[in-house]
């Protein structure tokens, strides 16, 4: 019972933290600066990790594709279920992933420190609420950088994929009939449909690991906690959206 | 890192995300990203099937431009083509949808036309061809398979009858041995004994079969057969050019039987003859004279025998009173 209190009192905390950084969005530009920040640790400095994960998962994609499918003739299709399964799932779930990792828990990690060390409520003494200063610059980051992290990571996995099809001698499928096997079979839609879901996980991950940054109590042994427990309700948090969301863009 | 070259730096990256998106959103939508000068034709389906925007168009199996759009037009759906500007397309060739791949992916077919036919202009419409599409050649194969089926159970039927069992082929052939199984019996045990006397060599049959003398007589009277039917062969021949001879109005019998004038001529003379046989019978004329009255072969044989006597005389006389011996026995 108490743990389910605990959720409910987690999910509540959540939406009422979105709802409060919309309500502080006016004030973005006397933070530009700060946004600026954010995007460059959200999107430029997890490029290069989404780029290498992204040229692998693809790459792997196609040789699983390509080993099952040699069986019964359908390696010409490698594109498409490249292509599909990057735009429209792996995609997005891979770069929230790794926003979790990579950029969740370094904020949970900021804000608990900040929340045990008291500088949150220092903020809240000179009259500057925490979720203006420290979670609305964030979420906007995220809000804006996660789709092009997204798209990137679309491209470099189709790309991998692409380069596994043609130097893989049990497949041999060169570029110009991978390019077009991935065209024939998707639209725009696809990739909207990626772009839309990773971010709402980039919502969902970021809010989530403020609130429980921000949410942090005890000593600095918490924040450790905090960052486990934010990076555990993240990973969570993508794959039940995934479905709920997959099936409402179906 | 000072704020501005990390502002720079989240800018170049989000201008790059919004590229690639926009890349991605033209290459996926059946366009370019730089678009090529082709010109539009539009064609008319009663059905696109499973045709859709970006799907390739092809002449002679060779790509030549995309779908750019699909759309309902009144009653029938409409495909706008883009073709490549390289590309001239004749007013006479034909557009197809055509199937891929047995999972639905489709492409317009043009074929190449005449040469004599003019160009078609941008915006034209192209003549369309409608084919049939799997489900149709399925629900055909449905049916015949229906029918194939109604076949083999009537042939079932007819082969096992009735619910009683007791019409059908099999029941009246089984029904049919059981009844006469005795002189099947009777009849099979004949076979036997025919056969094993056959195989010992008796009777006429037996010992063609086994006695290699009356085989080489067989063989040699068989020979002889055929030499004859040659001969006769080489007879009928003869007999057929001689017919034919004769039917060309050929040679003498040819001409009697064919020759209208040899004909008459022929009647003319038997008609003659029979007047001159009459004449005769009658006594008239020399030659019946000759052969009816008896005086004349008096006086012939009262000449001959003075003939006889002129010529003893002549034996006497010597040669040069011959011609007066003849004149005094004549005269």
Known sequence: MRQLNNILEGFGSTVLLLFRSIGYLPTLPRQFGRFIEQCYLIGYTTLPIVAILSFFIGSVLALQAGYSMQNFGAKQFIGS????????????????????????????????????????????????????????????????????????????????????????????????AYFSALRRFMEFKDILNGLIKAEVFGVGVILVCCNIGLNTRGGPREIGASVTRAVVTSLILILVLDYFVTKALM | MNNFQQTARVGLFFILGLALTWVTFETLRGGKVFKDQGYNLIAGFTTLKELKDGDEVRMAGVKIGEVERTRLAGRRAEAVLRIDHRVRIKSDAAATIVMAGLIGTNYISIDLGTDAAPDLPDGAE???????????????????????????????????GGKDGKTGIIAKVDLLITENRENIGKATANLQEITAKVNKGEGTLGRLINDPKLHDELVTTLDEIKKGAGEAKNFIANAQKIVDQVKAGQGAIGALVFDQKAGEDVKASIANLRAVSDKIARGEGTLGKLLSDESLFRDAQSIMKKADRALDGLDDTGPITAVGVVYQGLF
Not at chain 2, 138 to 148: A, E, F, V, W, Y
């Open chain 2, 126 to 160: 192209i003549k369309t061809q409608a084919t049939a599409d799997l489900n149709s050649v399925m629900s055909q194969i449905g049916d015949l398979g229906k029918k194939l089926e109604t076949a083999i159970g009537d042939l079932s039927g007819a082969l096992s």
């Open chain 1, 81 to 176: 279920l490249v292509g599909l399964s990057m735009a429209r799932e792996l995609g997005p779930v891979m770069v929230a992933i790794l926003l979790t990792g990579r950029v969740g828990s370094a904020i949970t990690a900021e804000l608990a420190s900040m929340k045990v060390y008291q500088e949150v409520d220092a903020l809240q003494t000179m009259n500057i609420p925490p979720v203006r200063m420290l979670v609305m610059p964030r979420l906007v980051a995220a809000v804006v950088m996660v789709p092009v992290l997204a798209i990137i990571a679309n491209l470099v996995g189709w790309f991998g994929g692409a380069i596994i099809s043609k130097y893989t001698h049990f497949i041999a499928i060169d570029p110009p």
